[in-house]
Nanobody, 118 residues
Framework: QVQLVESGGGLVQAGGSLRLSCAASGSIKSISAMRWYRQAPGKQREFTAA???????SYADSVKGRFTISRNNANNTVYLQMASLKPEDTAVYYC????????????WGQGTQVTVSS
């Protein structure tokens, strides 16, 4: 069984920074893509950032230049460094991974709240 556990959310003032972490555990053979999504109140969940197993990254236009995604393959962890935070970044942030166990499956974390005050 695979579990994704996120940490690092909280309350921060506009212009501040936060770093989110998401660690995968269980009978993991390998992890390909790792992603972050976010869901603001009353809105649909939206793609935020992704990183491939080779380290290639992609970002939503709304966070490009402010957020940085990275990964540590040794401990099956993905990070999201968020800088120059804005009130519109307020959302629940979810990690998402494609993990090979018996077969390749997609897994979600439970979410961590990020609140940016103006």
């Amino acid at each position: 069984q695979v579990q994704l556990v996120e940490s690092g959310g909280g309350l921060v003032q506009a212009g501040g920074s936060l770093r989110l972490s998401c660690a995968a555990s269980g009978s993991i053979k390998s992890i390909s893509a790792m992603r972050w999504y976010r869901q603001a109140p009353g809105k649909q969940r939206e793609f935020t950032a992704a990183i491939t197993s080779g380290g290639s990254t992609s970002y939503a236009d709304s966070v490009k230049g402010r957020f940085t995604i990275s990964r540590n393959n040794a401990n099956n962890t993905v990070y999201l460094q968020m800088a120059s935070l804005k009130p519109e970044d307020t959302a629940v942030y979810y990690c998402n991974m494609d993990i090979l166990v018996a077969g390749l499956r997609n897994y979600w974390g439970q979410g961590t709240q990020v609140t940016v005050s103006s």
